[in-house]
């Protein structure tokens, strides 16, 4: 073999390697909301307000405090087992079989290893727009078409749309309640969905808010072994985020195809411990449900009365109409110590909130009233169709553009 064959066939093995591992980094470029956030954010001066990443400001209740202080000495070992035990509570409270869930460290890698293992170039993604990001960054990965459908216009995913703008769906998504919205897609629509969905494709449905809402839960189509993945994070109401444990409940022939993705690395041990010891609190979640939701309805009260418009929510963020491009309100609200965020560029002049508490939230509407009152208003071109009369709180028209 002459010196410059050897010399190539080296290089394109080299080149075959480094390739291999840029698409194995890639594969493992997971987004988060913390990520997303991040993007945008600045650096927080002392006594901000952080309102910007759907975090709860309540952190672990006490009984999960404990159990990571109590835990925290065995840290030295893997204990699997602990897992297993974390499983069984949470299967015992819901009546599912122990092989239907799977526990991560947050639900962020299920979400992207779902979104691998069942799209392709072949087969889309299927998401709603505004919703949850980071299902499309996976898709970019995998090589999936990314299909893009607007809500309804009670702001719920419109299945109708997704199924007709993708035949060749590998997976669709439903956040439900809907991040950034709040709001719910109904039972009965992820039931029309999975009747009506192209064989062998799987629903996604991501629950992460689901207990600040009334919606109810489709575990028990996971239970009748459909095609469907649930998601839950315990980085919502249990104020978890920084501890991390999120889990897949699926049948489990779905998760396998997970797993290809994530292995089996251990779980810390004091997440599994606090989040057992959440699972265990009888009243955490009916209590933190409860503040939330008064918190919500207080600001909104404020907002309604201040002459503000923004889409009624069930879940700890909602949209506010900022009648200008968001990121002016965003700049000029971080400007007074208050971090608000993110915007979605489907409806430019709305930005997320997240609720924090009574006091962050009255922090909120003094910098808000001030922001709003030194702006002047612009106004945007909307799609064609004639705005309804519904009210400032509803879509327009159905074009996924709400009522200014
Ligand atoms: N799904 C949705 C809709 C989210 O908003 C988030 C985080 O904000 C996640 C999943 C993942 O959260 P984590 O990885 O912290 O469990």
Known sequence: MKANEI???GSRRAFLQLSAVATAAAAFRIATEASLAAEDRKVFHPGAVVIDANENPLGPCDAARKAIVDMAP???RYSY?????????FTEMEGLKPEYVRV???SSEPLHFSVLAFTSPAKSYVTADPGYEAGMKAAKISGARIVKTPLTKT???????MLAAAPDAGLFYVCTPNNPTGTLTPHSDIEQLLAAKPKGSVVLVDEAYIHFSDGVSVLDLVKADRDVVVLRTFSKIYGMAGIRCGMAIARPDLLAKLENFSGWSAMPITALAA???SLKHEHLVSDRKKLNAEIRQKTFDWLGSHGYSYVPSQSNCFMLDTKRPAKEVIDAMA???VYIGRIWPVWPTYTRITIGTQQEMETFQEAFDAVMSNAKTVSFARPSSPASSRGSRFYADGQNWPNA
Request: glycine content about 10%.
């Open 74 to 76: 065995q840290g030295g």
């Open 7 to 9: 010399l190539s066939n």
């Open 155 to 161: 702001y719920a995913h419109d299945i109708k749309a």
């Open 81 to 89: 087992w602990l897992a297993e035990e974390f499983v069984k509570t």
């Open 104 to 106: 991560f460290p947050g």
């Open 275 to 277: 989040a057992t010891a």
């Open 335 to 337: 400007a007074r110590n």
